[in-house]
């Protein structure tokens, strides 16, 4: 393991309520910088298999599926053409992230890139072939996804965020 790769094994406190917690407030401090600066902070993520290979980040929009709050989740992504691509890997945790059950809910919804703002999306869960065929540039993009792949409890999520226009 490198200095700045992560274990292969599932680390001990991967379950505990701290992550959790790390892992929403990190993501409410991402948003407001990208928000703030138009993407120039926020936009690339750093941690991980991206401190030596950076990977660009998107903001989604999504709509809770019961409480109808609209939320904002910072999310690395994969162009694939027109679509964009991202993957409900929460960083290898046993439950699937708040917004993807939320786009299941409610598919129509938008995102802001760089220097681009509110691009209308319809967000639907890859289908086990396209998985497939995207998995490997997903890991090719950030090679920690494997690791979460392996420390999961379950199957990660694909999701492909087709546009709307």
């Known amino acids: 393991m490198g ?5 292969d094994e599932r680390p001990p406190g991967l379950d505990s309520p701290l992550t959790a917690k790390l892992i929403k407030y990190g993501s409410k401090a991402q ?16 941690i991980g298999a991206g401190f030596r290979k950076p990977v660009p980040t998107l903001l989604l929009e999504h709509v809770g599926r019961k409480s109808g709050a609209v939320f904002t989740a910072p999310l690395l992504y994969l162009e694939d053409g027109r679509n964009l ?4 890997s929460q960083g290898g945790l046993p439950k699937n992230p708040q917004w993807y059950a939320n786009l299941v809910a409610h598919p129509e919804t938008q995102v802001h890139l760089r220097k681009e703002r509110g691009r209308p999306v319809l967000a ?6 396209e998985k497939a ?6 890991v090719d993009l950030y090679a ?11 199957e990660i999520p694909v999701v492909i965020l087709e ?3």
């Open 85 to 88: 691509v991202i993957v409900a």
């Open 144 to 154: 920690d996804f494997a690791k979460y792949d392996t420390w999961a409890d379950r």
């Open 31 to 46: 948003v407001r910088a990208f928000r703030l600066t138009n993407g120039r902070i926020g936009s690339k993520w750093r």
């Open 124 to 129: 639907r869960v890859a289908s086990p072939e």
């Open 3 to 7: 200095r700045f790769s992560l274990p």
């Open 133 to 138: 065929v995207l998995w490997p540039r997903l």
């Open 163 to 165: 546009p709307r226009d």
